[in-house]
């Protein structure tokens, strides 16, 4: 299927590189410049407002999140113009980064350190490196003694420790230095020690729902499954069995508590009070605990991982999405949540297995969103979704990564690679993405390293 034939009839855009790129223009809108570089409103709409906390720096919501699309869409289209929107993004977050109080990596500073290795390597310019490793140095720093180990904050899951560790070992790779691996184990060790690794307990109010006090979460951003995923990278990384063990704890943990039909498997959002709420989107659901399992196969190579993996993908499919709303898949498009992190888990799966029915599908849920897109006053591509399930009445469009605009454009743009074998790409994945950075099979790339 050509990607051109995903037009929806009512949408300007005519492929999913063309909805990136308006989905850039309406960014590009809510840019504001001061001494320091740039930076983007949540929502620059009349009378607009953000879905969530304005986050300024952010990878979640903010700057960083938007140098990262920007660095992707100068490449897939070639335009300098957007590579100058990154730079002037990055010299904001290098210059104001001491301001940041958060280290976490989807609120905090090690976002904003991911960013600024991600613009020193496209851009060519060391001076971002050196603060991403000025960054790394102070997350060293302010590592902290518990009882049990070594670590920064009380919460071990990507929203705490786990994303700070991921982003250490992606310092550790890109700069060079030993020490940011060495701690990123050490405090990886505190957490395999515990007896189901990601546990999240306790009243998750920053998140799009809120749960009760005594809630456990299996799924990903705050429960088990991204801190199984955590340790199986630590495993893969050390080869230390006490991550594998860790790992294999928390993938059972999942295992027990899904349900499981046929070929499918959906994860209960959190238990015991929502164990028939079953989210889809990356955050909670289905999207992100593939992941989990799919690292785990990638450094273990258990087939019944990879089965796992399937058994989610299948469960996606099978709801009716992105055709029917479910309670777990509501009207929301965003990376977080949403049809964009359902597109990074089926591209990512195509470029894994080759499986063309994960392609195809991917190119559904894009024609969904481009679908979906509004662009009603000719200032480009926004989505207005219910950021906020509990709470349907409150629409809004918003700018960010994982909330808006530019985490959908960046999952535009990844199927847009993954459909050009013959220009095979690199894209900017996160550290918490398992799949190729170039989306596509090796079998199916040509004219690379190799004859036609």
């Given at each position: 299927m050509s990607l051109d034939r995903i037009r929806p009839s009512r949408s300007h855009a005519d492929s999913p590189l063309a909805a990136a790129i308006l989905a850039g223009r309406w960014i590009r809108a809510a840019a504001v410049d001061d001494e320091h570089g740039r930076f983007w409103r949540p929502n620059p709409d009349p009378r607009g407002r953000s879905a969530v906390t304005p986050e300024p720096a952010s990878l979640y919501s903010g700057a960083a999140g938007i140098v990262l699309f920007f660095l992707e869409l100068a490449a897939a289209t070639g335009h300098e113009a957007y590579l100058e929107d990154a730079r002037k993004g990055a010299d904001r977050l290098a210059a104001t980064w001491r301001e940041q109080k958060d280290l976490s990596l989807y609120h905090g500073l090690t976002g904003t350190m991911i960013a600024l290795i991600e613009a020193g390597w496209v851009l060519g310019e060391s001076r971002f490196d050196a603060e991403a490793a000025a960054i790394a140095d102070e997350i060293v720093r302010r590592a902290r003694p518990f009882d049990d180990g070594v670590g920064w904050t009380a919460e071990t899951a990507q929203r705490g420790d786990g994303g700070i560790v991921l982003g250490l070992l992606r310092a550790a790779a890109h700069l060079g230095v030993s020490a940011y691996r060495n701690l990123a184990a050490e405090a990886g060790l505190r957490i395999a020690r515990l007896p189901v690794p990601g546990h999240r307990f306790g009243n998750c109010s920053e998140g799009p729902a809120d749960l009760p006090p005594d809630a456990v979460t299996p799924g990903f951003l705050s429960g088990t499954a991204g801190t199984a995923y955590l340790l199986a990278r630590l495993y893969g990384e050390t080869g230390d069995r006490?991550?594998?063990?860790?790992a294999r704890r928390g993938?059972?943990?999942v295992r027990a508590?899904?349900?499981?039909?046929?070929?499918?498997?959906m994860v209960p959002h959190h238990l015991p009070q929502g164990r028939s709420l079953h989210y889809l989107g990356?955050?909670?659901?289905?999207?992100?605990?593939?992941?989990?399992f799919y690292e785990l196969y990638r450094v273990a190579a258990d087939p019944a991982d990879l089965e796992w993996v399937n058994r989610l993908a299948e469960g996606i499919v099978r709801s009716g999405v992105p055709h029917r709303q479910t309670e777990g898949y509501w009207n929301v498009a965003c990376q977080c949540c949403g049809t964009a992190g359902l597109m990074e888990l089926f591209v990512g799966l195509w470029a894994t297995t080759g499986d063309a029915a994960r392609l195809e599908f991917a190119r559904t849920l894009a024609a969904?969103?481009?679908?979906?897109?509004?662009?009603?006053?000719?200032?480009?591509?926004?989505?207005y979704q219910a950021y906020r399930r509990l709470r349907p009445g409150e629409v809004?469009?918003?700018?960010?990564?994982?909330?808006?605009?530019?985490?959908?454009?960046?999952?535009?743009?990844?199927?847009?690679?993954?459909?050009?074998?013959?220009?095979?790409?690199?894209v900017i994945l996160l550290p918490d993405n398992p799949f190729p950075s170039i989306p596509v099979p090796a079998g199916a790339v040509r004219g690379i390293g190799g004859d036609r």
């Open positions: 006490a991550f594998l063990e860790g993938a059972d943990f508590v899904s349900a499981v039909s046929e070929r499918c498997a990356f955050c909670s659901g289905s999207a992100g605990v593939a992941r989990m969904n969103l481009v679908g979906r897109a509004t662009a009603h006053d000719g200032a480009g591509y926004r989505w809004s469009a918003d700018t960010g990564y994982m909330v808006g605009a530019a985490g959908i454009g960046a999952a535009l743009l990844h199927l847009d690679a993954a459909g050009q074998p013959d220009q095979a790409r690199r």
